[in-house]
Structures are given as C-alpha cells and as structure tokens.
C-alpha cells in the first residue's frame, strides 16, 4: 500500500507541476499571453502547429477581447479581470488581432510550418 501511495504523490505532483507551468496538454502545447498595462504580452507569438494560445486578463478592472482581423475574424468574449480565453492553430500563417474595445492594443500569432 506505501509503495501505490508513493506512486500517486509523484503522479500528482508532476501533473501539478506540467499544469502550473502551463506548457503542455495532451493535443499540443499552451502558450499564454498576458493582458497587462493595455498591452498583450508578448504582443508576438510564434508557435507550431497544433499549439493553444492562452491569452489571461491580468488587467485589475478592465475587460479586455481578443479580435482576429481577416477572414479569420472571430472574437473572444470579453474577458474580465482574471479570465481567460483559448484558440488552437492547427495551419500555418500569420494571424494579428486587437482588442476589440481598445484596437490599438495589438498582437499577432506566427503559425510556423
């Protein structure tokens, strides 16, 4: 019994520490971006195909979307402080977006081949 408790410590204890680092899921990586100081940080992301970015409003009263332009135009919902919202890339390209209620903050995702 000591033996499978062990076991479950340290299975729980790198699932913790995958999970807290925010780099891995069972599809692809996760990339955060943060939403500070009406910026998206970093403002450029380049990743590989299949990789879920992750932008997370660290902002303390203000709400904040994520808005791609170009044929891919979908918007997030705003995201108050504390929030967050995912999109997975599965093709190479360029993708840049704003925030919807502030469009000079902006940002850009590189989908690399």
Known sequence: MRRREVNRAACAAAL??????GLTRAQGQVVVVEIRDYKYLPA???????TTVR???????????????GPDGIESE????????????DKPGTHPYVCGPHPEMKGSVEVGG
């Open 16 to 21: 913790a520490a995958a999970g807290a680092a």
């Open 78 to 89: 705003r995201l108050f402080p504390g929030e967050s919202w995912e999109r997975r890339f």
């Open 55 to 69: 932008w997370v409003n660290q902002e303390k009263r203000t709400t904040h979307t994520v808005r791609f332009l």
């Open 44 to 50: 450029l992301v380049s990743i590989k195909p299949g």
